[in-house]
């Protein structure tokens, strides 16, 4: 079927000088797709999709927030894995906006409050949510 397309497709034109009949030219208003040619598809210009954050992490947040918030974050695990009576592993830390939250569960009270203060000393928290529960054994 390729081979037929391709001969119907191929033009000839006689040598120069010869006498022979006329090749028949393809009429200017014919279309390409009445030849059997379909034109290529435009393809519409948009402009390339910018990577977003989760809605829910970032709503609301200014960049300058959003850096202080991870920096914040960065810290209060930071001190929680340096200090030696809390399991700093057992501890999920999430902040938003200066404000931190504790997850996860760890081994008893003590270590729940000695988190909670840990987090509370460090620079640009304002307040700590501690939602920690002790593991059951």
Known sequence: ????????????????????????????????????????????????????????????????QIVDDTVIT??????????SDVKGLDVVVETSKGVVSLSGAVNNQTQIDRAAKIAGEVEGVNSVLNNLTIKKQ
């Open 1 to 64: 079927m390729a081979v037929l397309f391709a001969a119907g497709c191929e033009r000839r034109t006689p040598p120069e000088g010869s006498a022979g009949s006329t090749p028949t030219p393809t009429a200017p208003s014919e279309s390409p797709a009445a030849a059997g040619v379909t034109p290529p598809t435009p393809v519409p210009e948009t402009a390339p999709a910018a990577p977003s954050a989760p809605a829910d992490a970032t709503a609301g947040k200014s960049a300058g």
């Open 74 to 83: 960065t810290k209060v695990k930071s001190a929680l894995l340096a200090d």
